[in-house]
């Protein structure tokens, strides 16, 4: 399974570093994608870090301020958020694929773990 933690409240401009844990099976081998979902909006991709090389991927609203990693030897992904802005408030979820690439991962669709979600709330 996977948990997702570190979420919170911060002001606008602050930031906050998620974290996705796996147990049970060795997150080395899946793919990792993080997204989100706003209340009363549907869930978006926000990251994407890949097995094999480490390739990351962003959705355009983050790039430049989100930076998602991995650590295999702790069996956890981390997606760090600087510059946080109200437009970020919303659920963030973590889900693995094995092996897959970016391009599957963005869909969300058929990803064989999800983590349950994390809150995260700026304010402006």
């Known amino acids: 399974q996977l948990q997702a933690s570190g979420g919170g409240s911060r002001q606008a401009g602050g930031s906050l570093r998620l974290s996705c844990t796996a147990s049970g099976f060795d997150l080395a081998y899946y793919a990792v994608g993080w997204f989100r979902q706003a209340p009363g909006k549907e869930r978006e991709w926000v990251s994407c870090i890949i097995a094999s090389d480490g390739s990351t991927d962003y959705a355009d609203s983050v790039k430049g301020r989100f930076t998602i990693s991995r650590d295999n030897a702790k069996n956890t992904a981390y997606l760090q958020m600087n510059g946080l802005q109200p437009d970020d408030t919303a659920v963030y979820y973590c889900?693995?694929?094995?092996?897959?690439?970016?391009?599957?991962?963005?869909?969300?669709?058929?990803?064989?773990?999800w983590g349950k979600g994390t809150l995260v709330t700026v304010s402006s």
């Open positions: 889900a693995a694929d094995l092996a897959s690439p970016c391009i599957v991962v963005k869909s969300g669709n058929g990803m064989d773990f």
